[in-house]
């Protein structure tokens, strides 16, 4: 095993960075500090023009430009991607969102906000119905006995499971007698449920910490 | 039992240093722990492995720096994997903050396989509007993307010649960490185009996703470091996450030592407290 430091500037910037945020494990420290202000202000600087970049002028200058130049032929074309002047619609409703900061328009607002919620509820409606409601209960409907032992026994756990927590969540009656002992057993089901959860999570955070020893051993002081 | 009780007054920067120790140790040896795939990263390997050879196949990475660690190495395998079957591979980012990222993982897979810009792949960069995006996809890809990161216009690459909008791909590959991402796909693009999907996602959004695989919404599904370790395995790799996983499991198997010893300390404070 042996070491070959980096020759990058930014990798031994992102190293110092590393050590810094780790040290907060020890106790609340000035470096911490440090590094913790200046993600927070670098990572609010990079969105801001990231959106700039990204929204701003991808899609809307950039478009409203062209179709005022006359080079992708007349600004009021229909057809879907053309460049067009029908974006001055959405800039407006735009600009309206910061009437907010004048109290006597503030109300003016609230169009761009009925249609950004409007928009979203149809989109939002619509996916939740067809990719998680429908398809999930389609799911769930499936054979008790499917001709193995192995698989059948998955599908009664699965199914007695569902009965179980679903009737963990029927409030309309005080949870005693049978429905009691079956809200009871969907209880458990969901407490594996949160074990399994809470596993994954364990993995992420550890994964995260392999990720940044990995830069440190590999990357910046180059172990081989 | 004094000694299990004294644990509820332990310093946990002790237990921040085991933990450490724990990841560190297996980094610097490795203890080449076995390592078994998964039905599910098997079904994803599967589900990219029936790609016909030479197809257009969609791959949607969203995520940014922060889940790095647990979804680069599966995106690199990913590419890999389709650049082998000489698939033509067009790639669009969703999650702000991930283009650039996403930008330098591509170009070194392609440069390693030998792979050429606007032939064999396009990174079509980053666009607001998250499932809006999708949907718009659904009717046109050229026209929801007209340039590429690099501003290209899309219409002069030869991977484009003849990707309309879904239908042009037999297969959808999102690897995700949060929001837009695989569930978003799930109800906006897979339910509405019939586009198969296959996923890689971060563990933390893991469980959310096994429904989707159950009902087969999803066709495989690699979830976090440990999904990512499986699939270099099926591809015979040993990267990143392989590397990574002797210290994962060493230090899953140390925080579930605490929880029992937690459990058991706090029994036997009640215990004592209830005498």
Redesign the interface.
Known sequence: ?SLHPSHDLGVWVAAALTLCIFSF??KDNPFYKFAEHLFVGVSAG??LV??FW??LV??LWDPLLAAFSGSHGSPVAVR??DYRAFLLLPALLGVLLFSRFVPRVSWLARWSLALIIG??AG??TT??A???F???V???IQPLWTGQWGTSLNACIFTAGLLATLLFFYFSREHKGALGGASKAGMYFLMV?FG??Y??????R?????????FL?YDWLG?R | MRQLEGLARLDR?WI?TV??LL??IP??WPLNLPLTPSPPVRAYYDAVAAVPDGSHVLVSCDFDP?A???LEPMTRTTLRQLFAKRCKVVVVVLY??G?RLVDQIVREVATERGALYGTDLVNLG???GN??VM?LMG??I???F??DQNGLDVGTLPIMRGVRNYSSFPLLVSISTGYPGTK?Y???V???FHIPIAAGV???A??TMY?YL????LLGLL????GAAEYERLMHESG?AS??MD??SL??VF?ALCIVLGNVAQWGWKRREGA
Not at chain 1, 199 to 204: A, D, F, L, R
Not at chain 1, 206 to 214: A, H, P, T
Not at chain 2, 214 to 217: E, R
């Open positions: 095993m494990l020890y990079y969105y990231l959106s990204t929204v991808a899609n879907l991607g928009a979203y989109l939002k996916g939740f067809q990719g998680d429908v398809a999930q389609q799911g769930s449920s399994a959860g596993g994954y999570t364990v993995m992420s550890i994964s995260l910490l392999i990720g940044r020893l990995q051993l172990l | 920067r921040f933990t450490g990841v560190l980094l610097l922060a790095r660690p647990e702000p903050g283009a980053f666009k607001a499932e809006a949907v009717q046109s050229p026209n929801t007209p340039r978003e799930v109800q906006q897979q339910g509405r971060t563990a933390v893991a469980p429904p159950q009902s087969g919404q979830g976090g470091m440990a990143p590397r990574g210290a994962q230090a899953h925080v």
